[in-house]
């Protein structure tokens, strides 16, 4: 495995200065981004090995983060499954909603390699262009995350139609669950078999529930996803670290922790100190600056960065904002927090 700092953070080991790489890395705040998707659809770049590469090494290249993740989406897999999804600029949309046991039973759970050998090839591609500089991290959308796309039609402010069929039909929702935990594990399986060097699991709206229904519907399947990673071959032979993140994680605390991953995400709604004093020393942490505060001053950014460092401490986190980049950001500011990371961490 790639010996870099953003890894030994997930090992929690001791740091001489605390990694940063960012949620969302190439978006529409990039320029060079934008170049590319003038002449590409955001599909075709998903799924054009060489400009999923290209972006991917974009941010890596302009600011010096300590990863890189693949260019990707967390619907990628939902096709391969007999969902069709398009991306118009008014976000997904989903052609054939899932909302009933019939539509469920039709699903299936893909082979990457047959379904999403684009994807695979990026990876590839991408760990060569890197020359080991830093190391990659592939992704996947977590189940309950997942399950509010394919049941909502695309997103949602009140995720009605979601909680109706958890709520409504709980055996319809745990067979749903079951085929998207199955699909993301695969997946994450073949990206750690085609080079990636962390997974991560995003659980977008995972902090919908209720505390009692986080741990029946995103924790449990969540759980499911890392212990198929773990028992895998691809894992055996390469056992890479695990991110879990849950946007709107504070109601969850308690059993955070228990998912079995080795780095938790933390969105900006509560403090990292708090966090760690909740899941205790056997987990990395990773967040917490709020996206938000990237359109502050760099003298503001500075102090908010300086707070998350200090309340961190100096072991076991990987600074990043609490969830993407907002596409109006302007790219100076990203490098301003990159700046003050790199400053505060080194003075400590």
């Known amino acids: 495995m790639v010996d870099h700092l953003f890894l030994r953070a997930c090992r929690r080991e001791p740091v001489s200065r605390t990694p940063i790489w960012m949620m969302r890395q190439a978006g529409r705040y990039l320029p060079a981004y934008r170049a590319v998707r003038e002449r590409a659809s955001f599909l075709d770049l998903c799924r054009t090995p060489e400009l999923a590469c290209e972006v991917t090494l974009q941010p890596i290249d302009e600011f010096g983060f ?4 693949l260019f990707s989406d967390i619907l990628i897999t939902l096709p391969p499954m007999g969902i069709e999804v398009t991306f118009p600029e008014s976000g997904p949309k989903i052609g054939n909603p899932v909302r009933d046991q019939a539509a469920i039973d039709k699903l299936v ?10 994807t695979l090839e990026a990876i590839k591609q991408i760990k060569a262009a890197l020359h080991d500089r830093v190391p990659l991290i592939g992704f996947a959308g977590a189940p309950l995350t997942m399950l509010t796309y394919a049941v909502e039609g695309g997103g949602s402010k009140d995720y ?3 909680k109706k069929l958890l709520y409504g039909a709980p055996a319809s929702a745990h067979a749903l669950l079951d085929k998207l935990a199955q ?3 695969t997946f994450l399986e073949a990206q750690i078999a085609a080079g990636v060097d962390c997974v991560q699991i ?7 529930v209720s505390p009692g229904d986080f741990r029946e519907y995103p924790l449990r399947y969540a759980k499911q996803v890392i212990a ?3 028992s895998s071959r691809a894992y055996a032979a390469k056992p890479v670290p695990i991110i879990y993140f849950v946007n709107g994680c504070a109601p969850y605390l308690t059993d955070y922790a228990s998912s079995g991953a080795d780095v938790l995400g933390v969105d900006w709604r509560v403090g990292i100190d708090v966090v760690r004093r909740s899941v205790g020393d056997g987990v990395a942490l990773q967040g917490n600056l709020d996206p938000g505060a990237l359109f502050a001053s760099p003298t503001e950014i500075r102090a908010r960065v300086s707070d998350i460092l200090e309340r961190a401490g100096k072991t ?3 600074f990043n904002l609490g969830h993407g980049v907002l596409p109006e950001t302007d790219p100076e500011h990203v490098r301003a927090m990159v700046t003050a990371v790199r400053e505060l961490s080194s003075s400590e």
Do not use: E, M, N
């Open 66 to 69: 300590d990863a890189a993740i």
């Open 183 to 185: 699909t993301c594990a």
């Open 228 to 230: 198929q990673i773990k």
């Open 160 to 162: 009605a139609r979601t």
């Open 109 to 118: 759970v893909p082979d990457p390699d047959l379904a999403l050998p684009y």
């Open 316 to 318: 076991g986190h990987i």
């Open 202 to 208: 995003f659980d977008s709206w995972g902090g919908i």
